[in-house]
């Protein structure tokens, strides 16, 4: 997981888990540690994109706290990725 401080919010980018280790709470574990991060660096907000489609992410970032901020779409990014384009949470923290 990587942590880039952009001019209001904390984005919360590279969020993965082997698949042998899925399933137990690591992942909002690890948000959630990013968060106490981003609040002691005195942001007020985290976003957190990822491709639609990506279900999976999307339940894990609901989760945590975090909702549908925008998303954005592009026919050639489709047509190179197979993902329409990438969907982007935010919460406060």
Known sequence: ????GLSRDQLIE????LPPYRGRGLVQALIEHALAAG???GFK????????GNEPAERCYAKAGFAFAEEKRDPAFEALTG??????FARAI
Do not use: D
């Open 83 to 88: 993902a329409p384009g990438f969907r982007r």
């Open 45 to 52: 907000r985290a976003s957190i994109s990822f491709l639609i």
């Open 14 to 17: 590279y969020v993965a888990t």
């Open 1 to 4: 997981m990587q942590l880039v």
């Open 39 to 41: 609040k002691a660096a």
